[in-house]
């Protein structure tokens, strides 16, 4: 199901919609190869490629006539693709110790359900303390 995200407010200029749970983020360590130009250049002609070529093709052919069959539906689904953006902490999520999931979680679960959380702010203080050490760490095996 494609669900559109309503805005904040009156005073949000567009609409800011974050894929979750259904892509992966692609990394290259940097033991991998000396030759760092050629992976970044590898990547960047990949990721270059695979949006020109077959983004459209995926969404056009396989979303748009297959699973959504109306003009409606279509014109929703090139709305929410035309405003996602992606930044770190949902790309990296699991790096920085789920501080999004958190969130989600605690507006999705009632209490006494599995996976409610307590207190957010308690839970959202450690998950901080947490976070900085594994966010520094993940970015020490870049930049050692």
Same mark, same amino acid.
């Given at each position: +199901?494609?669900?559109?995200?309503? +805005?904040?407010?009156?005073?949000?200029? $567009?609409?800011?919609?974050?894929?979750?749970?259904?892509?992966?983020?692609?990394?290259?360590?940097?033991? !991998?190869?000396?030759? #760092?130009?050629?992976? #970044?250049? #590898?990547?960047?002609? +990949?990721?270059?490629?695979?949006?020109?070529?077959?983004?459209?093709?995926?969404? $056009?052919?396989? %979303?748009?006539?297959?699973?959504?069959?109306?003009?409606?539906?279509?014109? +929703?689904?090139?709305?929410?693709?035309? =405003?996602? %953006?992606?930044?770190?902490?949902?790309?990296?999520?699991?790096?920085? $110790?789920?501080? !999004?999931?958190?969130?989600? =979680?605690?507006?999705? %679960?009632?209490?006494?359900?599995?996976?409610?959380? $307590?207190?957010?702010?308690?839970?959202?203080? #450690?998950?901080?303390?947490?976070?900085?050490?594994?966010?520094?760490?993940?970015?020490?095996?870049? %930049?050692?």
């Amino acid at each position: +199901m494609v669900i559109p995200v309503p +805005m904040f407010d009156e005073h949000q200029e $567009e609409y800011r919609i974050v894929p979750q749970d259904n892509y992966s983020s692609l990394s290259i360590l940097c033991n !991998v190869t000396t030759a #760092t130009e050629v992976v #970044t250049r #590898t990547l960047e002609v +990949m990721g270059s490629e695979s949006y020109i070529n077959l983004r459209n093709c995926i969404q $056009e052919k396989c %979303y748009k006539q297959r699973y959504l069959k109306t003009q409606p539906k279509g014109k +929703m689904f090139d709305y929410i693709v035309d =405003n996602i %953006y992606q930044e770190f902490g949902h790309t990296y999520t699991k790096v920085i $110790e789920h501080p !999004v999931q958190l969130i989600r =979680n605690y507006a999705r %679960y009632l209490p006494g359900e599995s996976s409610y959380v $307590e207190s957010l702010t308690t839970s959202l203080e #450690t998950t901080e303390v947490l976070a900085v050490q594994k966010l520094s760490a993940f970015l020490q095996q870049f %930049y050692g």
